[in-house]
Structures are given as structure tokens and as C-alpha cells.
């Protein structure tokens, strides 16, 4: 009997053990210092992660949900022995896993919690199929539990997924409004207009920005770059870059040029 639990554990869960695992390393990887290499650092490894790990999620739904559709008109006898006791020892597993990323902070770290409430979700599940069979014929229950799991657990990772991806995709973090926020820099004393502001982040915790402005008078630019820094720190952007430039159309000069990216490269002479 415990050959067989052993057996069923490991040809059960080392998918998620191999999805975690490279989940756990990529988190591990963004802890790093930035260098020359990547001189924003390496944050990003961490969404890189919680991408990996929620797209595994949404697929192993899927297919679940697939799987178990035809199951619910047509179900098939369960073999409870061992169920039992194999749903207790992966239950005990999961928990303790959970144990380690339950304080975490990032995307992955998030995701991955996900990912063990799953797996939690699913064993308990099986605990309790395993106990009603043992007094009923109620087989109905194996792919009714499965599809009710798999839809809750779609639910989560897919809203979870799309704000990671989001991130990845360097739009503005959320519950950052650039609008109100261009108004409050606008609103500053001396601050004549705001010609750009990019906001983004690296990993959904730390947010960025680049703001360029024009000032109405220069020799109030220390303070004035000092109030606008205290203003985005308080609305939760950390690391900030002040570019001043002399008029609107300076800073149209040299900003990103799409057209000037599409020409082919060359050197003039």
C-alpha cells in the first residue's frame, strides 16, 4: 500500500513540482543586484514567473474542465482504497509548501500561492469524494468536484495573468491615474507644463517614472524638482527621473520618434 501512495504522489505531482520549481528559481534570479548585463536589474525574472506559472494554471484548468464535461452525463465507478490517505499526505505537502511563499509580495509569489491553493482544493476534494463513497454510490461527485475547482481556480489565475502580463508589458501600474496625477504636477508653483510622464515597473511593487517639465523659473528649479518628487512618492512611485527642458518644443526635439525608428540604420556622411 505504501509503494502505491508513493507511486500515485509522484506521478501526480512532479508537473507542479517542475512548474514551481522553475517558478522558485525565477523569483530567486530577481532578487539580484542590477549590472552590467541588466542595468535595470533583474525584476523582471520574477513576472516572467508569474507568468509562467499562471498560464500552467489556466491550461491544467482547461483541460480539466474539458476532461470532466462528458464525465458528468456518463460517471464512472471510483476506486476510494488508499484515496483517502493519498488525499491527507498530498494535502500535508501542499500546506507546507504554501507555508514558504504565503508572505510574499510579488506576482510570482502571488500565483504560486494560487497554484498551491489549487492543489490544496483538489485533495480536499478527493478526501471528501473518498469519504461520501465509502457509504454511496455517488460517482457523479468526482467530475462535479473537478469542473467546480477548476472554474474557481480560472476565475483567480485569469484576472492574476492578465495584470502580470500587463506589468510585462510596461502599461501603468495599477491604482496610478496619469491623468489626475499630470493635473497635480501641473497644479505645483512654478511648474509651467508637463511634456512627458511615463510611469511603469519593473515587478508590480516598485513603480518608475520619467517626467520631463517646463518651468517658469529656472532658478527655482531645485525646489521645484524637490516638490515634484515629493508629490510622486506619495502616490507611490519610488524611483523618479526630473528632466527640465527650455520650451515644449526642445523636448519634441529629441523624444521618441517612431517614424525615426523604422528608417534603416546607417551612417551619414
Known amino acids: ?133 465509502r457509504f454511496t454510490d455517488w460517482y ?6 473537478s469542473l467546480v475547482i477548476s472554474i474557481f481556480i480560472l476565475t483567480k489565475a485569469i484576472p492574476r495573468f492578465w495584470s502580470a502580463l500587463k506589468i510585462f508589458l510596461d502599461a501603468v501600474p495599477e491604482g496610478v491615474e496619469t491623468g489626475d496625477l499630470e493635473k497635480e504636477l501641473e497644479a505645483l508653483t512654478n511648474v509651467k507644463s508637463v511634456n512627458q510622464l511615463s510611469i511603469w515597473s519593473m515587478d508590480g511593487l516598485e513603480n518608475n517614472a520619467i517626467i520631463h517639465l517646463c518651468l517658469e523659473d529656472w532658478e527655482q528649479m531645485t525646489e521645484t524638482k524637490n516638490q515634484v518628487r515629493q508629490l510622486l512618492e506619495e502616490r507611490g512611485i519610488q524611483n523618479i527621473t526630473i528632466e527640465v527642458d527650455t520650451s515644449q518644443s526642445n523636448h519634441a526635439q529629441h523624444k521618441r520618434r517612431v517614424t525615426a525608428l523604422e528608417q534603416p540604420h546607417g551612417h551619414q556622411h
Open 1 to 133: 500500500m505504501v509503494r502505491v501512495l508513493f507511486l500515485l504522489i509522484l506521478s501526480m505531482t512532479w508537473g507542479d513540482a517542475i512548474a514551481i520549481g522553475i517558478s522558485a528559481f525565477l523569483e530567486t534570479i530577481s532578487n539580484r543586484e542590477e549590472d552590467r548585463q541588466y542595468t535595470l536589474g533583474y525584476k523582471r525574472f520574477s513576472l516572467l514567473g508569474a507568468l509562467v506559472t499562471a498560464v500552467i494554471l489556466i491550461t491544467g484548468s482547461i483541460l480539466v474542465i474539458l476532461e470532466n464535461i462528458t464525465k458528468l452525463f456518463n460517471p464512472q465507478p471510483v476506486n476510494d482504497e488508499g484515496i483517502l490517505w493519498l488525499g491527507i499526505i498530498a494535502v500535508s505537502i501542499n500546506v507546507l509548501a504554501s507555508l514558504v511563499v504565503r508572505k510574499g509580495k510579488t506576482k510570482n509569489e502571488s500565483i504560486l500561492s494560487l497554484h498551491f491553493l489549487e492543489d490544496t482544493l483538489g485533495w480536499l476534494a478527493v478526501i471528501l469524494m473518498a469519504i461520501i463513497l
Open 140 to 145: 457523479i461527485l468526482d467530475p462535479l468536484l
